[in-house]
């Protein structure tokens, strides 16, 4: 190989790892906000969630209205739904 490509490679490894060292301080979870989310919090005391156009709804009535009306099962065999985008 051509030396300049040889250099050209290693320093753009070089360069790749500079930015991702660099930056992951920035992309990583506080340790903090980390222990946080490993504990377990009951649903009264979550309060409210912001659910698009419904606004603000007690996380307890969404666990109630999913346990009232489970998502549907997939009958053995059956085909996959097709997923229809209806876009612009």
Known sequence: MDRQCIVFCVGSLLLSLLVAILAYPLAAIPEARLE???QVVPAE???EMEVGEFGAVPVLELVEYYMENPPATVAAGAPARKVRFQGC
Do not use: D, L, N, Q
Request: aromatic letters at 0%; glycine letters at 16%; hydrophobic letters at 50%.
């Open 36 to 38: 946080a989310a490993k």
């Open 45 to 47: 005391e979550m309060g």
